[in-house]
């Protein structure tokens, strides 16, 4: 199949009604957001979005989140809306913040992997919500990479993916955000599954408290539950190792030059992933400034771009850690997974 590219950059309806009449078909197609690329079907057509689990190679007990261009398109997706729910939408909506909720019966069981709630967003991306509009159903999207992958932050990336593999991308330009959107479910005491740029003190301003969840920055032990079935799987991962240090900056960057030294000795090619704050530290080495520190949501926008361009040059990633905190929390959810959870704490190191 041959894939074809219509460039959404300087006119956001551009390939929108096209893209609509392919997903009316039943067809794919991947979407600009404000967070990642998407890879849209018919969120109503079960056929269709078996497509998307093949495309991907996705495992099907990984739920999806449908997008919807209007907020009163959740009546049919819900069986109610209960309070919290209609003032986080009031507050967020369009934005990054998906969120969790009993479904009905119209929604395919395929969409939820069987669950009884399904998961909704409504994108601040005029793109992406022209072809919703165009396509006239609630369109279910992944993030549009290879399962297992670093999510697509641009339309070359979702290339590298899915060329061939579906009829149309459009290209929107880089993401805003770079990671993808917060998930919360909406029961009666709300609870982050994902973070992303809506962050917890954004939420709890609206809603009041809204808890955590503990697999947000450690492995699941053997047989244990998430809430968000995406969390169980390998994530995110490049084809580079991935190493992450955390401490105090200058124990952080005396360990990250240590394990430099020890694989560019051992002949792999290093790269550290370093930040405005720190690339003093690394001045006779590879390294590549992915942000800065103080504005974390400046990390995010660049981490999965990172993982993919630097992963593809690097036999070995040297990233550093951040307090996981507010939009921090994002990254290293993200960057933990990415590394297989192989983190160093220098200052434990050093002591
Ligand atoms: O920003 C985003 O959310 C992007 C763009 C394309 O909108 N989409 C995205 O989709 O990241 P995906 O499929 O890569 O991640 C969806 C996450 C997964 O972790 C999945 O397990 C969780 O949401 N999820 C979906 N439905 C759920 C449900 N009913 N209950 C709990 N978690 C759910
Ligand atoms: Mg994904």
């Known amino acids: 199949m041959q894939t074809q590219v219509i460039d959404a950059r300087g006119n956001p309806e551009a390939g929108t009604q096209l893209g609509g009449r392919l997903i009316k078909e039943g067809g794919l197609v991947a979407f600009p957001t404000e967070t990642v690329y998407g890879l849209g079907a018919n969120g109503m057509d079960a056929e269709a979005v078996q497509g998307i689990f093949a495309a991907k190679g996705r495992p099907s007990d990984n ?51 069987g669950l009884s709630t399904v998961a909704v967003r409504m994108p601040d991306n005029k793109t992406a919500r022209a072809l919703i509009k165009a396509a006239g159903v609630p369109i279910a999207a992944p993030s549009a990479n290879a399962s297992g992958r670093p999510s697509p932050t641009t339309a070359a990336h979702v290339l590298e993916d899915m060329a061939g593999r579906i009829p149309l991308v459009i290209d929107g330009g880089p993401c805003k955000f770079g990671v993808e959107s917060t998930v919360v479910a909406v029961g009666a005491e709300p609870m982050i599954l994902r973070p992303g740029a809506v962050t917890q003190s954004m939420l709890e301003a609206v809603i009041g408290p809204v808890r955590l969840h503990k697999s947000l920055l450690q492995p699941l032990g053997e047989g244990e539950q998430t809430a968000s079935p995406g969390m169980r799987y390998k994530h995110y991962a490049p084809d580079a190792q991935v190493i992450v240090v955390t401490g105090t900056l200058s124990n952080m960057a005396r360990r990250i030059s240590e394990l430099y030294d020890t694989y560019t000795n051992a002949h792999k090619k290093c790269m550290i992933l370093a930040t405005r704050q720190t690339q003093h530290f690394y001045r006779e080495k590879e390294y590549a400034i992915i942000g800065d520190r103080e504005r974390p949501q400046t990390l995010c926008a660049s981490l999965f771009s990172a993982l993919r361009d630097r992963g593809a040059q690097a036999d070995v990633l040297l990233a550093e850690g951040v307090p996981a905190e507010e939009a921090g929390l994002a990254f290293m959810n993200r960057l933990l997974r990415a590394a297989g959870f192989c983190c160093e704490d220098a200052d434990k190191l050093s002591d």
């Open 63 to 113: 739920p999806l989140i449908l997008h919807v261009c209007r907020k009163n398109d959740v009546h049919k997706l819900w069986d109610t809306i209960p309070e919290k729910a209609q003032r986080l939408m009031d507050a967020f909506w369009p934005g990054p913040l998906t969120l969790v909720y009993t479904r009905t019966d119209a929604v395919p069981d395929i969409v939820t992997a």
